[in-house]
């Protein structure tokens, strides 16, 4: 039994440290396993398990009673869930959560806030790209069209075009939220691209496809970022203690690089740097010599 219940942790675990996809829009659907794990043994017969699901449930609701606001927005930008499915999403976990303390927010009152932090992104990000994006937008997809119209065709249409007023400032989010998009029964958890989905609704979501991207490109977990640091300290030890700074970034970045290109970068990089310390071992040996001189 306390095999099951930790099997849920590590699963969450394994999924979000990875570094190859996306991770911040699967945190949630992660935090309702692990609160109907805690509901469903609350209910068994053992009363030593029972003590140890209230211990951890208690420390559980100390970090996760409040979800940040980064991973229900990219919960919202997953196109098969958006603001229902985040509804759902709240009235399970809460309702498995069950917190002790009896503070459970509702999940109406998310869900606005939520809605809220959307738009006040969206429409930061339209006054920063706005003009830009239909700027690309008008060259690409109009330059013939335009060349065909009357001079007085043509001021009809730019004055159609100019910006709006704030009622409509989030007219691209609105229409997003109320559009019912189709997908197939292969389009699970494990084959749904949600990046690749994104950039083809580029043309349809032009502010709204970047700012997805910006928010799902959000990690979950610090194990890339310790990794970057490890991958310096490890590159200079006390054998390369006098490489020069912009040295020392250009061997990260082109390790780094490598093991992109081998998608290697979630495995330790120590047999890395024993394959390749002959190489870069007599490359960074020369400029510390001459830095010494």
Partial sequence: TICEILEVFSDATDQLSGVYYPTCHLVVTHLCNVACIFCEHLTSNEPPLIECIISMKTKWEKYFLNIPDIFLCAIVLDPRLKLDGLGELLTLYY??????????????????????????????????????VATQTQHTTSSIITSRLTKAQNLIRDRTK???????SNLELENYLTTTFDF????????????????QKKQVYPILSLMAKEILAC???????????????????????TIRPENLEAQCLLNDWSRAASRTQDQDETNDDEDTEGTSGTTTGGGGTSECD
């Fill in 219 to 241: 990690p979950v977990s610090t194990v890339a970022v310790e990794q970057a640091f490890s991958m310096g300290g490890n590159t200079l030890d006390e054998r390369r203690s």
């Fill in 95 to 132: 309702d498995s959560l069950d917190p002790i303390t009896d503070t459970c927010p509702f999940s109406s009152m998310i869900i606005s806030s939520v809605r809220h932090s959307l738009t006040e992104i969206y429409i930061e990000y339209n006054e920063k790209y706005g003009s830009q």
């Fill in 162 to 168: 100019r910006p709006r007023g704030s009622s409509s």
């Fill in 184 to 199: 197939s029964t292969t389009d699970d958890d494990d084959t749904f691209d949600i990046l690749r989905w994104w950039a």
